[in-house]
């Protein structure tokens, strides 16, 4: 499918994106074998144009060297038709890490868009060059880069017309026993978030299966892996609706003890992919 992150609160509209010491943090998707449909069909309500752009986004031979070839577990289309992202639409890649979705967003929002690449300090610094050469010489000069604290992300209020989270949530829950991730506050992080977005706008969050009822101080540090359930609680809490649930990504032959980074099964998690709208 060709179509296929303390520098103190260095709150930088020029900043760039990164992530933690430890195992990195997971990004998008395995495919696979058979994946189960969405509950809902999202790209229905997008245009044939705004799912052209989405497509020319992705074939784009201009791409960062190598971002093409993580297409095929990452799956890009499915998840940027399922934000519903259009050109002119401003965006947040949140947690952005070395930006592969953020060149993707900014390619399908195109000129008169924007693209917000969020990091943390410790995200930024897990991406080490690779900022540089995706944003280096204004080569997306509709993206802007933001590094700082989630609970002090300086969003402006009823600017943003999505956001997107891509393997990233779950590491605001993460409580690392060496030290290597900074103590982060979800429900802090989303005060800041949610009065940024506008009317109608929406949240993806695209993440790592842990089994329910999970306690996420022991399955984010232990595995990478959240319980879908406090997603979803943990967004309404923020004030948003809960909107649909994509199975693109479910995978029931999972094992869902295992670490995200364990060779049998990366790129191959069971993922929930859930989508939030601003009333």
Same mark, same amino acid.
């Given at each position: 499918m060709s179509r296929a992150l303390l520098l103190a609160i260095s709150v930088s509209l020029l900043t760039v994106a990164g992530c933690k010491k430890a195992p990195p943090p997971e990004q998008p998707p395995a495919e696979q074998a058979a994946p189960a449909a969405t509950a809902a069909a999202p790209s229905a309500e997008l245009s044939a144009e705004d799912k052209a752009a989405i497509f020319a986004s992705i074939d784009n031979i201009e791409r960062l060297p190598g971002d093409m070839d993580e297409d095929s577990w990452r799956r890009p289309?499915?998840?940027? %038709?399922?934000? =519903?992202?259009?050109?002119? %639409?401003?965006?947040?890649? @949140?947690?952005?890490?070395?930006? +592969? @979705?953020?060149?993707?967003?900014?390619?399908?929002?195109?000129?008169?868009g924007q693209v917000i690449a969020y990091n943390n300090p410790a995200y930024l610094k897990f991406s080490g060059e690779k900022p540089k050469q995706r944003y280096g010489d204004d080569r997306l000069p509709n993206v802007v880069q933001l590094t700082t604290p989630p609970e002090e992300a300086p969003f402006e209020p009823n600017t943003l017309d999505a956001a997107l989270f891509v393997m990233s949530y779950h590491d605001l829950h993460w409580k690392a026993k060496d030290g290597s991730w900074p103590s982060t506050d979800p429900a802090q992080s989303l005060a800041k978030l949610v009065p940024a977005l506008k009317s109608g706008a929406t949240v993806v969050v695209l993440d790592h299966a842990a089994v329910a009822g999970a306690d996420p101080a022991v399955s984010v540090d232990a595995l990478h892996r959240i319980d879908p359930a406090i997603i979803k609680r943990e967004f309404e809490a923020a004030g948003l609706?809960?909107?649909?649930?994509?199975?693109?990504?479910?995978?029931?032959?999972?094992?869902?003890?295992?670490?995200?980074?364990?060779?049998?099964?990366?790129?191959?998690?069971? =993922?929930? %992919? +859930?989508?939030?709208?601003k009333s």
């Amino acid at each position: 499918m060709s179509r296929a992150l303390l520098l103190a609160i260095s709150v930088s509209l020029l900043t760039v994106a990164g992530c933690k010491k430890a195992p990195p943090p997971e990004q998008p998707p395995a495919e696979q074998a058979a994946p189960a449909a969405t509950a809902a069909a999202p790209s229905a309500e997008l245009s044939a144009e705004d799912k052209a752009a989405i497509f020319a986004s992705i074939d784009n031979i201009e791409r960062l060297p190598g971002d093409m070839d993580e297409d095929s577990w990452r799956r890009p289309s499915e998840v940027l %038709m399922f934000l =519903q992202v259009r050109p002119g %639409m401003k965006v947040v890649d @949140y947690l952005a890490a070395g930006g +592969y @979705y953020t060149e993707l967003l900014s390619r399908v929002v195109g000129p008169n868009g924007q693209v917000i690449a969020y990091n943390n300090p410790a995200y930024l610094k897990f991406s080490g060059e690779k900022p540089k050469q995706r944003y280096g010489d204004d080569r997306l000069p509709n993206v802007v880069q933001l590094t700082t604290p989630p609970e002090e992300a300086p969003f402006e209020p009823n600017t943003l017309d999505a956001a997107l989270f891509v393997m990233s949530y779950h590491d605001l829950h993460w409580k690392a026993k060496d030290g290597s991730w900074p103590s982060t506050d979800p429900a802090q992080s989303l005060a800041k978030l949610v009065p940024a977005l506008k009317s109608g706008a929406t949240v993806v969050v695209l993440d790592h299966a842990a089994v329910a009822g999970a306690d996420p101080a022991v399955s984010v540090d232990a595995l990478h892996r959240i319980d879908p359930a406090i997603i979803k609680r943990e967004f309404e809490a923020a004030g948003l609706a809960f909107d649909s649930e994509s199975k693109a990504f479910a995978n029931a032959g999972d094992d869902h003890t295992k670490p995200v980074f364990d060779p049998a099964i990366r790129h191959k998690t069971d =993922q929930v %992919m +859930y989508r939030f709208r601003k009333s």
